[in-house]
């Protein structure tokens, strides 16, 4: 059974700190996906990456940034946490064909205070 | 840049009412995928579509891709409790990786 699995399903930081939301698959899959999910706002990219090492820019990267040393790893980044960075955090995976589907994480419900 | 737009938002429904949402590209897809997620849970895959006016079933559920590949839209029959969630259109094109997600419609189903 395919898996992608992120490293926590709740996290509580306070404002300032750096955070680290980890997300593996065990799928090979080439490309790997941050979303956000706000009430009303959808899904939201934040950056994805086809390739170790590449990274490319989603709606909304201002404030995060990701790291991909490895195939199956991919990191989000928040520098410095902030409150309107409070959401849930969606890590997904797919293989590079077009006409193949996202496999999702679990998510991680993220509150800055 | 490309856009997904869909809806409803939000749809409430009494158990054996019919459900549709709408999703609408900005432009042409490649192919449009149908996602839904239980509360609490993450998006699951449910459809894929790739044919310019393709028709697909899953029992009672009906998914069409428009003639010119720009909007889709998905149909639930006689709505059941367990058809809660909310449902993600997600276009994709020739040209890049990414999954263009509509912002989904949020499904009630009242007993």
């Known amino acids: 059974d395919v898996k992608v699995t992120q490293s926590s399903r709740y996290l509580v930081k306070r404002t300032g700190e750096k955070v680290f939301l980890e997300c593996v698959q065990d799928m090979d899959h080439e490309n790997m996906f941050w979303y956000r999910q706000d009430p009303g706002l959808g899904l939201r990219l934040i950056y994805f990456?086809?390739?170790?090492?590449?990274?490319e820019k989603g709606d909304i990267p201002e404030g995060y940034s990701v790291s991909r040393e490895k195939k199956e790893r991919f990191s989000l980044i928040l520098e410095s946490a902030s409150t309107n960075q409070t959401s849930m955090y969606l890590c997904a995976s797919s293989a590079v064909e077009v006409v193949t589907e996202a496999f999702f994480g679990q998510g991680t419900r993220l509150t800055v205070v | 840049g490309q856009q997904v737009m869909q809806i409803p938002q939000y749809q409430h429904v009494q158990e054996g009412e019919d459900f549709t949402t709408y999703c609408n590209s900005s432009t042409t897809l490649s192919n449009i995928q149908w996602y839904k997620q239980r509360p609490g849970g993450h998006p699951v895959f449910l459809i894929q579509?790739?044919?310019?006016?393709e028709v697909k079933k899953q029992k009672r559920l009906t998914f069409q891709f428009g003639e010119a590949k720009k909007n889709s839209s998905l149909h639930i029959t006689a709505t059941q409790t367990t058809d809660v969630g909310t449902y993600f259109c997600?276009?994709?094109?020739?040209?890049?990786?990414?999954?263009?997600f509509g912002t989904g419609t949020s499904l009630t189903v009242i007993p």
């Open positions: 579509l790739v044919k310019s006016g």
């Open positions: 990456s086809y390739d170790v090492k590449m990274k």
């Open positions: 997600a276009g994709r094109t020739n040209t890049g990786n990414q999954f263009y």
